[in-house]
C-alpha cells in the first residue's frame, strides 16, 4: 500500500514538472498571439483610415469642394487639410504635379516629387530622304523621365503611327524589345514590350527611345502626329505628342496627394481628365 502511495506521489511531481514546463511557453505563446492580434488591428485601422482619408480627397478634387481646385495655382501649389476618421486626426496634402513642357526642343520636366512619378514625351524629328527621294524617314524620340523618388521598370511602350506613317522594322533602338505591328484599319499601331531584364529608370534619370517610320506623302509644310503610353508599374502615362520638338502642358490636371496616419504614409498620384473623370496614376505605401 505504501509503495502504490510512493508511487501515485512521484506521478504527480512528474505531472507537475512537465505541466509548469509547458505552461510558461504556452503563456508566453498566447501573450505573443494576442500582441499581434493586437498589432495587425491597429495596421488594418490606420489602412482603412488611410484609404477612407484618400477617397475623401479624390471626392474634394472631382467636385472641387471647398473650392480646392480653384485655390490651388502655381503661387499656391499645396494645400493642407485635418479631417476626423475612426476617431484619428488625418492630415491631407494635396499638391498640383507639374505637366511636362517642352520648347525649342529642350524637354522642361517638374521638380522631383515623392513616390513613382513618370513622365513622358515625344518627338517627331524633320524628315530625312531616301537616296532616290521617293520616301521620308521620320524619326520618332520617346523621351521618359523619372522625377520621382523611387526606381521603375518600364513594361512597354504603345506608338498609335500617324495614318500616312509606315514602321521600320528593326529600327527601334533602346532595350530589347519584341515589337508587335498591328494594322488598325486606317493606320498602324505599334507595341514595344521589352524583355526581361526590364529596363530599369533611377529617380532624376532619363531614357530616351527611338524608332522610324517612313511615308510617300508629299511633305511640303504637312506635319505628322502620334499618340501613345508607356507602361510601368501596373500604370500607364500618356505620351504628350509633338512635332519638331514643340510641346504643350498635359491636358489632364495632375495632383499629388499625401495622406499620413501614425507611422503609414500613403502616396498619390492622381489626374482629372476634361471630362471629370479620375484617374489614379501612381499609388504607393510607405
Not at 3 to 24: N, P, W
Not at 27 to 37: A, C, K, P, R
Not at 135 to 159: P, Q, R
Not at 160 to 187: C, E, I, K, Q, R
Amino acid at each position: 500500500m505504501n509503495k502504490q502511495r510512493g508511487s501515485a506521489f512521484l506521478l504527480v511531481l512528474v505531472a507537475l514538472a512537465l505541466g509548469s514546463m509547458l505552461i510558461t511557453p504556452t503563456m508566453q505563446y498566447i501573450y505573443t498571439g494576442l500582441n499581434e492580434t493586437k498589432i495587425s488591428r491597429e495596421q488594418m485601422i490606420k489602412q482603412n483610415t488611410a484609404d477612407s482619408a484618400l477617397e475623401y480627397a479624390l471626392w474634394q478634387l472631382k467636385y472641387n469642394v471647398d473650392g480646392i481646385t480653384t485655390d490651388l495655382s502655381e503661387n499656391n501649389p499645396s494645400s493642407t487639410s485635418v479631417i476626423n476618421i475612426n476617431g484619428i486626426e488625418v492630415p491631407i496634402t494635396t499638391e498640383i504635379s507639374p505637366s511636362p513642357e517642352s520648347g525649342d526642343e529642350q524637354f522642361v520636366f517638374p521638380a522631383s516629387q515623392s513616390g513613382i512619378h513618370i513622365t513622358a514625351a515625344m518627338s517627331i524629328l524633320p524628315p530625312r530622304w531616301s537616296k532616290s527621294g521617293q520616301k521620308a524617314y521620320l524619326t520618332h524620340m520617346i523621351v521618359v523621365y523619372n522625377y520621382g523618388t523611387s526606381a521603375v521598370h518600364l513594361k512597354s511602350i504603345f506608338e498609335s503611327l500617324h495614318p500616312d506613317l509606315m514602321y521600320v522594322p528593326g529600327s527601334f533602338d533602346g532595350p530589347s524589345v519584341t515589337v508587335t505591328n498591328t494594322n488598325a484599319g486606317d493606320h498602324w499601331e505599334l507595341l514595344f514590350g521589352f524583355d526581361q531584364p526590364l529596363p530599369k529608370i533611377e529617380p532624376k534619370q532619363t531614357l530616351v527611345f527611338t524608332f522610324t517610320a517612313w511615308t510617300k506623302k508629299d511633305m511640303g509644310d504637312y506635319e505628322f502626329s502620334g499618340s501613345g503610353w508607356v507602361e510601368y508599374a501596373a500604370f500607364s502615362e500618356t505620351i504628350q505628342e509633338t512635332y519638331s520638338g514643340t510641346s504643350g502642358p498635359s491636358s489632364v490636371g495632375l495632383y499629388d496627394i499625401t495622406i499620413e496616419v501614425g507611422g503609414y504614409t500613403l502616396l498619390v498620384n492622381m489626374g482629372i481628365t476634361d471630362t471629370g473623370d479620375v484617374v489614379i496614376r501612381s499609388y504607393q505605401i510607405e
